[in-house]
């Protein structure tokens, strides 16, 4: 049986025991301080009857010896206790974990840099030995030219030496001042041609070495500045690293503080919710308990007094069940003033017209049955015809009685009490469910009460 309506008995008591015989496990039992405590077992139990009946659970045995029960010993029993989650350990797991993947990504960036930072160096000392290598060669190859220049200008110098000496002889002046000019002639030419040779290889050799002084000097600096960009690397690697811990350690932080402030808030509403529901409970157990004897199941029979509806007995009866629903399901008739007692009145002077028009009818049968003889003057039955005619009428008045009855009670409370019903939704905050949980337990009982209210007024 869905949303089984709750009593709250004490256990092992005579009153549990005569529950759980009477109505088995069609009703929830919570233990506690009972909830109706009559004069005697008797009067509790017929308490606990007439709420569970207007909630629509009826009894299933009703064959019980109240006076046969007795109390039952409780035994107490040990419940473990769930073992807590450590939240401080599981804090200090999720910081060791960060700081691994920290220390892993420096390392990481280290090996990176420091293998870029060992290729750069390789590839500027392999651009500097090949350019010590081509200037060895370069200063190999002006020295052969030299060498070769040098050789040619000494035959050059021959070759001249000799004309100069035939043309002396073919001229006669072989010994002559002019011969001895020619010849200093060509040497001077030959010692400037060779001291030009001379100059141009020592130029080319100097510029070879400056160049490559120059590019040890450029490869020097090169290997600084690499050196210089790895540890720059190493050190915005770590800065990197230390900010995705420290972002790291803020979440879990951020993550703790919400969730101590959801479960802080969570539990200040369920506190909020327990409170109310059991004030609630205390309400209606007061009431109920001061008015279980009378606030009873409306019968017509009780409205009589002698042989014609007391309708002020009617009005209070009517008033009782009003009361009854407004404080069961929540609303306030104090909220709605003048309002609230207008419509009362007018629903009570409405459901008296109706009664006392079939009063007047069951009295006009009635006094037909007088004049046939059949009833005297008192309105006592003379026949059985008659007795059996007269139960008829009055049992269909009483029917039409409890009809108006019925509709006046709907009008009245049935609009209202339907919007203070209002199902729940999941809250954010609440990860667990609990507090969820608890408000579709108060809301699923309090709307099978509902509903067995609205069956019972015909809605």
Do not use: C
């Not at 510029?207 to 190493?234: E, M, P």
């Amino acid at each position: 049986m869905a949303n089984k309506p709750t009593v709250i008995v004490t256990q092992g008591s005579v009153d549990e025991q005569a529950l759980r015989k009477q109505y088995g496990d069609t009703i929830d039992y919570k233990y506690g301080n009972n909830q109706f405590v009559g004069a005697d077992r008797a009067a509790t139990n017929t308490m606990y009857a007439q709420y569970l009946g207007n909630l629509g659970v009826g009894r299933q045995n009703t064959d019980v010896d109240l006076n046969s029960l007795t109390s039952q010993p409780v035994q107490q029993q040990v419940v473990s206790q769930p073992s807590r989650y450590d939240s401080t350990q599981a804090t200090a797991d999720i910081q060791s974990s960060l700081r691994q993947n920290s220390d892993s990504y420096m390392t990481n960036q280290k090996a990176q840099l420091d293998a870029a930072l060992s290729t750069q160096i390789k590839m500027l000392q392999s651009a500097y030995e090949k350019a010590i290598s081509d200037g060895q060669i370069s200063v190999r190859d002006a020295q052969d030219n030299f060498v070769k220049q040098k050789a040619s200008l000494e035959q050059q110098a021959y070759v001249n030496a000799e004309r100069t000496a035939l043309i002396s002889q073919d001229m006669g002046i072989q010994n002559s001042q002019q011969s001895l000019g020619l010849i200093q002639g060509d040497q001077a030419r030959s010692a400037t041609l060779k001291n030009a040779n001379m100059t141009e290889r020592d130029k080319a050799i100097f510029d070879i070495q400056t160049r490559l002084k120059s590019l040890g000097t450029q490869t020097a600096l090169s290997v600084t500045d690499a050196q210089a960009q790895h540890d720059y690397g190493l050190v915005a690697a770590q800065a990197t690293a230390d900010q995705q811990y420290a972002q790291g350690m803020l979440g879990i932080q951020s993550d703790a503080l919400n969730a101590n402030r959801n479960q802080q808030f969570a539990l200040d509403n369920m506190s909020t919710a327990n409170d109310y529901q059991l004030g609630q409970l205390a309400t209606n157990q007061v009431y109920q308990q001061e008015n279980m004897k009378t606030a009873q199941e409306f019968a017509v029979e009780n409205m009589y007094t002698g042989h014609k509806l007391d309708l002020e007995k009617l009005d209070v009866q009517f008033e009782r069940d009003v009361k009854m629903a407004e404080i069961q399901f929540g609303y306030s008739s104090s909220l709605q003033g003048s309002a609230h007692a207008n419509a009362m009145a007018q629903a009570k002077a409405n459901m008296r017209d109706a009664v006392a028009e079939e009063q007047a009818k069951y009295d006009l049968f009635n006094s037909r049955l007088v004049k046939q003889g059949m009833v005297d003057d008192n309105g006592k039955p003379l026949t059985v015809e008659a007795e059996i005619y007269q139960q008829q009428a009055k049992q269909a008045m009483d029917k039409s009685v409890s009809e108006i009855y019925t509709k006046s009670i709907a009008e009245i409370t049935v609009e209202k009490m339907k919007k203070t019903l209002i199902e729940p939704t999941k809250s954010f905050f609440d990860w667990s469910g609990t507090v969820y949980d608890k408000e579709m337990e108060a809301y699923n009982a309090e709307k099978k009460a509902q509903d067995a209210w609205l069956k019972k007024y015909g809605q």
